[in-house]
């Protein structure tokens, strides 16, 4: 089957890199997306094991429509959906559109809706019922200029809903890209981690998965691809038994840190509903008060941009990091994920690195410091043996 993975922008070559060491064929990266070629065994292994992918769609037919009733007479015509789904079943069309011929994602999607119900209705007197809460199949329409792809959704629910978080604080980071923030870090899960503003714990929990090499969509009991009338529950269950006999000797720290109380015990819950309470010690602590565990280690930071910031200059809290940062913890690499260009020059550090990245609607940078011994000329002299 030719197949695509949805993810965020900026993680694409993450997530290709995933669905290779996954054993996928023909993978390339795309715009939001990786398609990639595999059979049904790799299409459960995608929606199960893959961290950095929101979605698995199945392309089931691709034409030209130049207007909606192009669009409505290519669904109507060359889909026996019978074959797909019955009256049975309840379904849902969700429409992206790029193009100056179909302005209205909605628009397309309900004409998309609209010519499947009237095929049913043509051929059997009635019609599928309708749920866009929970429907048991979902279908996506993309249109760009005058392609259209019409898919099936293999996943359902989006798959950054792990199953873990039921605590949230106002505007917790997504799942997907905490995953992909980790991944992207280049952290081989060969030194302590730390995430110093760990708010509701959701980089602390996808951290831990990833460290002892848990499957990220194991508390999951519902995928898209399970009502369809192809589903095989053997395979399905060989699939998971596989998957989750595969673990990841770590051995060393995975530490939380936040100085709000709200915060450290939701973080506590979460971590515990994602079933690694036992291997993530959370503190509550400012930041400017950690003492760092000896020998270094990989550090993950999402701090307030500005408007959850109170009573503090946002300018004045960016230096403290960077102060810290440089005080406390020679011998870490951190990274900082912000929408504040601004406060990011107020850290007083120059970043290695830096990565485009959205937090919901917001643009970021998601920025890296290595914090060497020393000033950086000293730590090159050392490497080189000048001193």
């Not at 898919?151 to 039921?166: A, E, F, I, P």
């Not at 090499?213 to 038994?241: A, S, T, Y």
Request: a positive charge.
């Amino acid at each position: 089957m030719k197949l695509v993975a949805k993810t965020f922008c900026g993680l694409e070559e993450v997530l290709a890199e995933e669905l290779t060491n996954l054993g996928a064929e023909a993978v390339e990266p795309l715009k939001r997306a990786v398609s990639f070629e595999g059979d049904q065994r790799m299409l459960y292994r995608a929606n199960f094991e893959l961290a950095t992918a929101l979605r698995i769609l199945v392309p089931i037919h691709e034409f030209e429509a130049r207007n909606e009733n192009e669009l409505y007479k290519a669904i109507y015509n060359d889909i026996d959906w019978g074959e797909y789904f019955g009256l049975k079943n309840t379904f849902a069309v969700n429409g992206v559109t790029r193009s100056d011929k179909f302005t209205h994602s909605k628009y397309a999607a309900l004409k998309t809706k609209d010519a499947i119900v009237d095929q049913f209705r043509d051929k059997t007197g009635r019609r599928p019922n309708v749920n866009v809460e929970n429907p048991d199949v979902r279908l996506n329409i993309f249109i760009q200029d005058k392609n259209c792809i019409l898919s099936l959704d293999s996943s359902g629910d989006s798959l950054h809903k792990r199953g873990y978080r039921l605590d949230g604080l106002e505007a917790p980071i997504n799942e997907v890209l905490a995953a992909g923030m980790i991944r992207l870090s280049g952290w081989k899960r060969d030194c302590n981690f730390i995430d110093p503003m760990c708010g509701s714990g959701t980089i602390l929990a996808e951290a831990a998965q990833y460290a002892h090499g848990l499957i990220p969509l194991r508390l999951r009991n519902d995928f898209g691809f399970m009502h369809w009338r192809d589903f095989d529950e053997k395979l399905w269950q060989d699939v998971k038994e596989n998957a989750l006999a595969k673990s990841y000797n770590f051995k060393y720290q995975v530490l939380g840190f936040d100085k709000s109380f709200q915060a450290f015990r939701q973080a506590e819950r979460n971590i515990e509903n994602a079933g690694v309470g036992d291997k993530v010690t959370i503190a509550r602590k400012r930041f400017e008060m950690l003492v760092p565990p000896a020998g270094g280690g990989m550090m993950i930071m999402n701090p307030p941009y500005d408007e959850r910031l109170q009573n503090e200059n946002i300018n004045e809290f960016y230096k403290m990091i960077g102060d810290c940062l440089k005080k406390e913890f020679a011998g870490f690499t951190a990274w900082v994920i912000s929408s504040n260009m601004e406060a990011f020059k107020h850290m007083g550090l120059r970043p290695s690195r830096k990565i485009p990245l959205f937090n919901g609607a917001l643009e970021c940078k998601f920025q890296k410091y290595v914090m060497y011994e020393g000033t950086k000329k000293l730590h090159k002299l050392n490497f080189r043996g000048g001193m």
